[in-house]
């Protein structure tokens, strides 16, 4: 009977998962393990060498498990529109410019890096950087990847921003001075479609992962313009980007500009005003929307003479009907438009335009990594995916108030911020 008795007791413990010296152990009080998965309550998450190994159903009995019962689990954030190096210009976008385009390297990294750590505090664990006049953006990237500074993965376009002459980003339109011109001319900049594949090889081989094509805003300026890109220019530079593996995000204000994105094969669409046209076309090529809401609140009395006094409800109303025709939408702040401590407005603002608490949580999620082609390793909470998580005091499908209330953020397994205090009672 001894023996029995010890033959039960060791095939219980030979059974029980086990927690190795190099594994952390958290215990959630509520998990959101992806945006379209139920919420569970009590659950343990296991996470060694950055990644997660399992999640079980209540508390382990680990003795060093990090306790966040108290707290609501989701995945990492993701900005999908980030100028982490640009500094805002207090609402002049020519000073913001030059100020990017002027100011030291050093100043310009040392900015940027702070900034960073601040964005990886508020539960951002990755950003797409789309544009970087400083061009140190690869520079943070590789600084963060090898743990030298703190701050969210980047995934970065590098000092281009691909668009022609008499674009937004040509230095004449600034109305710079002929010396100011000489620092602020983009590397991007190019004419014609073998000019615009060499721009897009550049980029590559300068370190970019992404493709920022920036399409001009003169139709909104100078409603008598037709159009200042050909779309053979647009076509060469998606074409060259998706030979190189890269995906290509397109900047557009007006809709027709975004029609010639959508036609030339643009993953995603950042900023523009959208019609029903537009939304069956990127529904069928599969590109996603990126509205910026935030930013477009607080540029829109900027716009007004330009674009009308209902700018930001106009995007308020595509975001809509991108979500009504099935385009996946995306959360980007334009940081560098607004400051760091604005970007849970983005949250607030997807919730204001009528997206349900789930689709705004996967804006900033799933519905970003599937945009970004790294749905395999972030986006959502589960074995063999990315250890980055964020703890909220309360969900974020009940209260979008949800998002600024972040006390603990782990992003490759590496705890970067804890505030939850522990009272014995």
Known sequence: MILALYMLVGA????????HADETVIHAGVLISEADSP???KQTIVVAN????????????AADAIDLSCCVIAPGFIDMHSHVTIEN????????????YAAPKSQSALSAAGRARRLLRMGFTTIRNLGDPSN???????????????????IVAGGAQIGVSGGDYDPGGLRFSEEAEKLALTEGQCDGAEDCRAAVRRAFRRGADVIKLRLSSISAMKPGVKRLEHPEELEAVVETAHELGLRVAAHAFTSDRAAMAIAAGADTIEHSVLTAENLAAMKKSGAAYTPTLEAARVVAPMMAPFMGADFYEQHLQS???AYDAGVPVLFGSDLGAIDVDELPNEFVQLAEAGLPPKIV????????????GMSESIGALKPGMAADMVAMESSPLKDVAAYRTVVFVMKDGRVFRNDVTRTEP
Do not use: H
């Open 12 to 19: 219980a413990v030979a059974a029980a998962p086990t927690t």
């Open 361 to 372: 949580l996967k804006a900033a999620t799933s519905a970003a990594a599937k945009a970004l």
């Open 136 to 154: 140190v953006s690869s520079d943070l990237r590789d600084a963060i990847a090898r743990g030298d500074v703190d701050g969210p993965r980047m």
């Open 39 to 41: 919420a569970r309550e």
């Open 319 to 321: 975001t809509k009907a």
């Open 89 to 100: 210009g207090e609402g002049d976008p020519r000073m913001t410019l030059l100020m990017a």
């Open 50 to 61: 950055g990644v997660i190994i399992r999640i079980e159903n209540g508390y382990s009995n």
